[in-house]
Nanobody
Framework: QVRLVQSGGGSVQAGGSLRLSCTAS????????MAWHRQAPGKQRELVAS???????????SVKGLFTISRDDARDGYKNTVYLQMNSLRSEHTAVYYC?????????WGQGTQVTVSS
């Protein structure tokens, strides 16, 4: 089993920054993808950014240059932490953000954290 625990988020004025963190622990696999998704009210959950265990990153077009995903993998292989640095936030970034760990064909999810950007 794998457990994901998120931290960070909250409320910020437009133009501000926030950093999200998510630690995955348990029966980890060395080859995996970690990602951040978000779900705004009345909308479907969408992929914001992802990072592979080799460090390759992918971003949705609207956050390129604004958000940065990174990760820190423990040497013992039992814990991975993924971060999402969000800069120049806008009201359209308001959503619940979920971290995701995918070691193969199975998805594990964090509990979600609210990000609210006020203009």
């Amino acid at each position: 089993q794998v457990r994901l625990v998120q931290s960070g988020g909250g409320s910020v004025q437009a133009g501000g920054s926030l950093r999200l963190s998510c630690t995955a622990s348990g029966d980890m696999l060395s080859v995996n993808v970690m990602a951040w998704h978000r779900q705004a009210p009345g909308k479907q959950r969408e992929l914001v950014a992802s990072i592979t265990s080799r460090g390759s990153t992918n971003y949705m077009d609207s956050v390129k240059g604004l958000f940065t995903i990174s990760r820190d993998d423990a040497r013992d292989g039992y814990k991975n932490t993924v971060y999402l640095q969000m800069n120049s936030l806008r009201s359209e970034h308001t959503a619940v953000y979920y971290c995701n760990y995918r070691p193969g064909y199975q998805d594990y999810w964090g509990q979600g954290t609210q990000v609210t950007v006020s203009s």
